[in-house]
């Protein structure tokens, strides 16, 4: 497997985000060890949140709630999935599948060692760490779900999903900065969107950016879809808390948390709220917000 490896030059004087690079290593189906970035701040005695992203930011998304939760004294484990921000990124589409994340994911999972962990999860950051709490039950304590969902390849998607997953795949440059733009509701400094830019130096590094839209089950034969059916039957157990925080102005997730709502055990009688004033980006739009939220959560765990 060839992979790119984006120059640190790339990140420096990113804004607001100043958190010290940490790395671990994951191995490709074909042997290939891939360098995987995140985060880790925070007090280590305190309970560890973990904050997945999705399509296509990076760990740069989450730098306001980082600061937010870790002063309150929780420890934050923020990944880059493979393919996005300081994180390894093959170079072929034919890299990426929904198993391969989950995979990379799950290799993460093992070198950090979680326990009693919370896990805030957004677009594919959901569709991969929903398996990873159904796979790894013991580790995590609570779910907060934001602006996902976890696809079994049934009933169409919605219009501008698909308009979303055409883009990805004919547009000439895929311009990410400018993406992150249009789905979040606050305008963003150009900082900011340079930011969203910076993993990408060339349209050689943007693999996975461009095929995550495409591998989102939306047809029962899809790769992932089999593996969900059983994550589900998992999550349709699951009595600790399952919190939902979804946004009010994102078109592609809007009414997803019913789902949830109606199928966890675990998200009966919790504050579930739909957020005024985010997109689906709404860590970006409505992060104080997010963060009281989770700081709520967590702490209730402890009593």
Not at 174 to 193: C, K, M, W, Y
Not at 217 to 242: C, H, S, Y
């Amino acid at each position: 497997m060839k992979f790119l490896r984006t120059p640190d030059i790339c990140f420096s004087n990113l804004p607001e985000f100043e958190f010290a690079p940490t790395y671990c290593n994951v191995v490709a189906a074909d042997g290939t060890l891939l360098r995987l970035h995140y985060v880790d701040y925070g007090p280590q005695s305190g309970r560890t949140i973990v904050l997945l992203h999705g399509e296509p930011s990076w760990s740069f998304l989450y730098r306001f709630m980082i600061r937010q939760l870790s002063d309150a004294g929780f420890r934050i484990l923020a990944p880059d999935l493979i393919g996005f921000g300081k994180s390894d990124k093959p170079v072929e589409m034919g890299d990426y599948s929904y198993t391969a994340h989950v995979n990379w994911m799950q290799r993460w999972l093992d070198h950090v060692e979680v326990s009693d962990a919370v896990l805030f999860c957004q677009d594919w950051g959901g569709l991969i760490g929903l398996r990873l709490v159904a796979d790894n039950i013991d580790r995590f304590a609570a779910v907060m779900a934001g602006n996902t969902g976890l696809p079994i390849g049934k009933g169409t998607p919605p219009e501008a999903f698909l308009k979303w997953q055409k883009f990805s795949q004919v547009v000439p440059e895929f311009p990410t900065g400018n993406i992150l733009q249009g789905a979040t509701v606050r305008d963003l400094s150009s900082e900011e969107i340079a930011a969203y830019d910076a993993p990408f130096p060339d349209e050689r590094y943007k693999a996975g950016a461009r095929i995550f839209p495409a591998l989102v089950p939306t047809r029962p034969d899809m790769d992932g879809v089999a593996e969900n059916l059983e994550a589900w039957k998992i999550l349709q157990q699951w009595t600790k808390p399952f919190v939902t925080a979804f946004s009010d102005q994102d078109p592609v997730t809007r009414g997803g948390e019913a789902v949830f709502q109606k199928l966890i055990p675990g998200a009966a009688g919790q504050p579930h709220q739909i957020l005024k004033g985010g997109g689906h980006f709404l860590q970006e739009d409505v992060h104080a917000e997010l963060s009281e939220m989770l700081i709520s959560l967590a702490s209730r765990l402890d009593g």
